[in-house]
């Protein structure tokens, strides 16, 4: 198992898609080739929204809403923008128990670790990636999931609803699920991106040793 941290970086303001894909690919082309460390990258990005490779053009319901970006990683469209926290996972995996089942499970568990920070109970739904929160309404969405593995080495990552637009969700089928989304601020918290940072940092240690469990 690799012994060292991953470098824990914060990017200021709004992260273009582009720059953080093509970086992403940078870092994890890195990591495999040993020049680069492992790295938890927190950004946040101006309104868009992201297809994965098993997106359905039919639950693109808005297309001129917001420019759309082809992700590579894996599940459907999702969307991003200012008020969301945006985690971009680049791991070793090979050095960390190669299994991408484990690794999907320990970032689940450690956003809900994240939102009980906050007194929120996330959970996970089977078959539906992502965590959910118990709202008057039933169960919505409060993170998603979405993650491409490389030759062992992990990109692209989650993202937590701390204060965005909730509306704009409604240019796509979130997932391809029926079900709502919602976000911290939705649940009356007056949580920050800056909170939401502390709470991922503290919980990392748990979700890295899960990986090998």
Known sequence: MTSADPAWEVT????????ALARMQAIAAGIRQGSDSERIWLVEHPPLYTAGTSADPVEL????????????????????GPGQRVTYV???????????????????????????EFEVAG?????????????????????????RVQRWVSFHGLSVNVAPDLNNFNGIIPCGLSEPVTSLAALGLGTTLVDVDRALAHHLPAMLARLVA
């Open 12 to 19: 200021a303001g709004l992260t273009a898609y582009p720059a």
């Open 123 to 147: 959970s996970i739904i089977p078959g539906k990636v992502g965590v959910w929160v118990d709202t008057a309404a039933g169960p919505a969405k409060i993170a998603a999931i979405g993650v």
């Open 61 to 80: 319901v808005d297309p001129e809403r917001f420019p759309v970006f082809n992700a590579g990683r894996g599940g459907r469209y999702t969307y991003h």
């Open 90 to 116: 680049m791991l070793d995996l090979a050095a960390r128990g190669r299994d991408v089942r484990r690794f999907v499970a320990a970032l689940e568990a450690w956003l809900i670790d994240t939102l009980a």
